[in-house]
């Protein structure tokens, strides 16, 4: 089993900026590609972002591109999604999640983390 457990989520204002981080352990973190979702209330979960497992390809729903970044650090087992320029549409509970590929579709993604929430005021 991989664990997966987030944190840095929060409440701030629109505008502001925020960093997520996803610890891994239970297995060897650079055998999966990892990806952010995110789901909000009474909404389907959806992808944000995904990246290879060496970090060398990295995509972005259109709804973030220029304002998310997502990268990892395999020495830490860590993959992070960087949040600027936060809107109010973003508010969601954020889930990382692994996978053996590179893939958008949720149901490529093998395990999952217990979500963080993100809220942003208007």
């Known amino acids: 089993q991989l664990q997966l457990v987030e944190s840095g989520g929060g409440s701030i204002q629109a505008g502001g900026s925020l960093r997520l981080a996803c610890a891994a352990s239970g297995r060897t973190f650079a055998n999966y590609a990892m990806a952010w979702f995110r789901q909000a209330p009474g909404e389907e979960r959806r992808f944000v972002a995904t990246i290879s497992k060496d970090g060398g390809g990295a995509y972005l729903a259109d709804s973030v591109k220029g304002r998310f970044t997502i990268s990892r650090d395999n020495a830490k087992n860590t993959v992070y999604l960087q949040m600027t320029l936060l809107k109010p549409e973003d508010t969601a509970v954020y889930y990382c999640?692994?996978?053996?590929?590179?893939?958008?579709?949720?149901?490529?993604?093998?395990?999952w983390g217990q979500g963080t929430q993100v809220t942003i005021s208007s």
């Open positions: 999640a692994a996978s053996t590929v590179v893939a958008a579709a949720a149901y490529h993604y093998t395990y």
